[in-house]
């Protein structure tokens, strides 16, 4: 159906003492009292504050640890090294030691990453992502709507086509309310809208260890720079909520049910934004939470609805220009089974234009090893 930063690195480096190999309502999705939508095409090029506006390192100031908010100590479901697509595997062959040294040869590949679980490779050496990240190790995966699962297909989510990806990192959890604070505080981030003009609407209440929402892609994009980090790609956040197996939800094919996400009202009583990774059993293959509902995320990419058709095979970065920005997941508002599918693309009345806030709109951060 075609339907602050830490003035530590984000990455430690690991001694390795032996290793043999190192190296997703009747409208689907519609929002409650959510009108009807086009997605445009993004292909016009555009002026927009992207050029104005400049991120600032971050300073003496910055926070003395980067957190995106809380990490829970269970991250059930990830997985390790990757074989292809549809294929995972768990720890290599060989033992893994946090003592010692490296055996000095550049012997991993961050494009056919064996590094093992919780590693990735940064070219050289097999190294873990900060302890608020998890680790999505290099390969090819899948992206887009997959009709052999999913039956809720949208036309921008075609074709089906196989990504390589280099080795990365992604938050565990959205950034929440309480980690984007201490931004504002150091300065180098501006204070979340409280009332957006476009919808005439007042921001909602996301406070503490919620996500939070209501800030543009540019604030989003600032954010992760003063942590040293970036916003992911569009295709670095689909491989991270779905692994390299093309399965329609970040936990798999199993039909959704509220314990998985934070989503629909109707089903599930959901009723605003829950404190981040309040839905484990929702986890990605990797461990990242909230893939699927409690609020949509910015994503680096300028929004085009033919992007698929002929975007290149290995890191594929976006469209070079455009008229909005892409985000994916979705909210609390939107319906179950629509709105957890990881192939989901966001609707243009959610992010409209990078410098317009969204009610629901929130973001993670990503980082190279």
Known sequence: MRTPMSAQSPFLILGLASVAACFSADKPGLPSGAGDSTTGSGEASTTS??????STSPTSTSPTSASSGTTPSDSSGAVGTETGPGTTDGDPDGTTSTAGTTTGTPACDPLDDSCGKGLICD????VA???????????????????????QCNDDEYPYHEVLLSSFAIDRN???????AACVDAGECPA????????????????????????????????CEWLGRRLPTEAEWEK???????????????????????????ACGAAGFLPVGSKPAGASPYGALDMAGNAFEWVADWYEAAYYVGSPMQDPQGPANGTRRAARSSSYNYLLSFGSRVAFRTPDYETPAPDVPGTVVGFRCAADP
Not at 123 to 126: F, I, L, Q, T, V
Not at 132 to 147: H, I, K, L, Q, Y
């Open 174 to 180: 959205e950034v929440t309310a309480d980690a984007y």
């Open 129 to 151: 992502p900060a302890e608020d990240m998890v680790a999505v190790p290099g390969g090819p995966f899948m992206m887009g709507c997959n009709e052999e699962v999913d039956d």
């Open 49 to 54: 504050a992207s050029t104005s506006q400049t």
């Open 123 to 126: 070219g050289a050496e097999c």
């Open 192 to 223: 979340p809208a409280t009332f957006i003009e476009l919808y005439q609407s007042d921001c909602p209440n996301s406070s503490g260890d919620q996500p939070v929402v209501c800030v543009d892609w540019f604030s989003a994009r600032d954010y």
């Open 240 to 266: 991270a909520a779905r692994g390299p197996d093309g399965r329609r939800y970040p936990w798999g094919n199993r039909a959704a049910t509220c314990a998985d996400a934070n989503l629909d009202s109707s």
